[in-house]
């Protein structure tokens, strides 16, 4: 805000616009870019330590060093020049993305790190104002050369560690959803799913995902899934667990559902589920009790005295 005001006074006292000679607006944005991305290189040290100085005092990148803050500025402030100078943004959008990778897990927010761009475009247009305000001009050409360029590189910056923010909460709730539904191999041919908490039609979804791909590699026989942990069930869900049944039976593996609470028993009879393809035993332990039988181990249960003598 205060250098968009800067500029308006600017242009109220500038002198009418000439036409450069020396060609057409293009080349002449062009050249005053190359102009001005030399004036940026030869007071790096000044301009790097200013802006990461009005870094620590807007509040900005607390999770971070000052030692770190001034790294990260020195590469930044590189990365800005290289795009004012080549107009290419492929290298920024790699360090962004790098960046952001560092310090979202961090807990450096979006607003932070546009916050800092924008702290950076401020510092940088300060010292055009300081260089150019003799000629009203020149200053007024420069900056309809840098504002676009400054511009856009705040634009990709915020894009980049928007996207990488995006992935990486897409990654953690992947793996959230995977602690949640773990398919535990507990002997050869043999897995447990236990699931706990409420299903709906996504997470039931993903729990099919996930057993069929735990039966193909570890080539299994029975499953049990023990469903103890969880409150109710709909239709829809309880006709996705009857589906997952099927498509288990399909790839070679028997089910056996485990843990189904009077509530949830009651509601698959009064929604009208087909149970008869669904083997139900009462708790876990005989669920897997029943399914070491249909794998062919003996099952033998001894009384407490039995055992002490044993």
Known sequence: MAMAER???TRRRARPVVVPSEGPTGESNASLLRELV???????????????RRITDA??????????????ATSVYDNYIEVLETGSVEALQDYARNLS?????RGVETDEVL??????????ARSLFEKYQSDFD???RVLDAYEPAANRIANTVGVSFVQERERIIRQQQEAIRDLSTPVLQVRERLLILPIIGAIDSQRARQLTEQLLRG????????????????????QTVANHIVQTVEASRLMGASVIITGLSAEIAQTLVTIGVDLSKVNAVGDLQGGIEEAERLLGYEVTVRSEDAARHT
């Open 101 to 105: 990778e560092r310090i979202i897990p």
């Open 7 to 9: 500029r308006r006074a």
């Open 138 to 140: 020149l200053l007024n």
């Open 215 to 234: 039966i193909r590699t570890n080539r299994a026989k029975v499953v049990v899934i023990d469903i103890t942990g969880v409150p109710t069930i709909d």
């Open 38 to 52: 030399a004036h940026l290189r030869r007071n790096r040290t000044q301009l790097r330590e200013t802006w990461a």
């Open 115 to 124: 916050g800092i761009v924008l702290l950076l475009r401020d510092v940088l």
């Open 59 to 72: 509040q900005l990148l607390t999770a971070m060093t000052a030692e770190e803050i001034f790294a990260e």
